[in-house]
């Protein structure tokens, strides 16, 4: 499960803004606003991103277990 709130966190910790992010993996701001509501990331997306802001855990934050 994807946890927007840890790629928000992440992106903060970076200084980088959500149309940053975009640009960094080719999409545009409105396909990112998207697939930050769904969680919706293309492995290469995921994969970009993780690059890009320097994610040290990211399984924390694309593969997010479930709360129970």
Do not use: H, W
């Not at 499960?1 to 149309?19: D, I, S, V, W, Y």
């Not at 640009?23 to 690059?51: P, Q």
């Amino acid at each position: 499960m994807f946890n927007r709130n840890a790629l928000r966190a992440e992106m903060a910790r970076n200084g980088k803004t959500q149309a940053e992010c975009a640009k960094a993996i080719n999409v545009s701001n409105s396909t990112f606003s998207r697939k930050m509501r769904t969680g919706e990331f293309t492995l290469g997306e995921a994969d970009g991103l993780i690059n890009y802001l320097g994610i040290a855990t990211p399984d924390t934050v694309f593969f997010a277990k479930k709360p129970t």
